[in-house]
Each structure stands twice: as C-alpha cells, then as structure tokens.
C-alpha cells in the first residue's frame, strides 16, 4: 500500500541499518498501535556508479513501517545531513513509555531539553507525554508547566502534575 504522504529520510550510507533500528525499537514497545517491519529493499547496481559512487548490492532505498506510519530510508550519500528543523514526535501515555523511548533513542545518540533528543544517526526525536498538552491549555497551569519542564531534558510525568 502507497500512503498519499510518506516521510523520506536522508543517509549517507546507513539507510538499512537506521531502519531495523527503529523497527526493532517500536516493534518491540508498541505492538498494539500498529506493525513495524520492512516492506521492500531496493539496491544498487552497476549501472551508475560513476554518478552514485555506491558498491553494487549496497541498499538504495528502504520501505519500511514503524507503527503501520510507512517511511523511506534513501543512502543518499554526504550531501544532506539531519537537524533539528525536522523531528518525530512520540507520545506516551506513561512514564515508563517515556522512559524506554528516551533510552532506546539516546543510545549512541544524545539528549537535549524539553523532551527532545537526537539518535545516532542524528535524526530529531520528541518524546512527550500526551498528558503535557492538557496541562498546557489550563491557564492555572501552563506557566508553571513550562517553568517545570524547561528544567527537564526527559519529561518526568509526576513533575509536571506537581507543577
């Protein structure tokens, strides 16, 4: 199935292995919200090598699903990198959802404030508790929120029902 909008994602050469990454993550933290697999490999060949420089049966483009969202992994080469312009946002609904994500993600990666991070492969991850954007519309709670959570690099729930 072809979705009307699928996010494609630059690498250099790691498209693949960038995928069953996230797959691997997902699959394993979230079955009941849809299925994460890869769907199809395409690879290089032969012809164009002078313009692509990529080594014949290295990974062209990977389709692949993270919670039945379909993507695009591309192995581009150099040319683009990653930041933080673009990120994917996850919502959990508990700590311990924030707290597998964040730690899945930050390996090899690194964190930032306000529930944002970036992974290994320097993609832009948010990961919020969905509870933050009640907090955020009640007038009597939203400046102490944010107050809280700019303290934060991983949102801690109970810390911002303190607030």
């Not at 072809?2 to 933290?29: G, H, M, R, V």
């Not at 979230?30 to 395409?42: A, D, N, Q, W």
Request: glycine residues 8%; negative net charge; aromatic residues 12%.
């Amino acid at each position: 199935m072809t979705s009307l909008i699928t996010p494609c994602l630059w690498f250099d050469k790691q498209a693949e292995e960038a995928a069953s990454f996230y797959i691997s993550i997902f699959n394993n933290a979230t079955p009941s919200r849809g299925i994460s697999k890869i769907e199809h490999i395409s690879r290089y060949g032969k012809e164009g090598f002078e313009i692509h420089g990529q080594k014949e049966g290295t990974a062209l483009s990977v389709k692949f699903l993270l919670n039945g969202q379909p993507y695009t992994a591309l192995n581009g080469g150099p040319i683009f990198t990653f930041n933080e312009a673009v990120s994917f946002q996850v919502y959990c609904q508990t700590q311990d959802e924030i707290d597998y994500f964040w730690t899945k993600l930050t390996e090899g990666g690194h964190e930032s404030q306000c529930g944002w991070l970036k992974d290994k492969f320097g993609l832009s991850w948010q990961i919020i508790p969905t509870i933050l954007a009640d907090l955020m519309c009640d007038p009597s709670k939203s400046e102490r929120v944010t107050k809280a959570f700019l303290q934060m690099k991983k949102f801690d729930i109970e810390k911002l029902k303190q607030a």
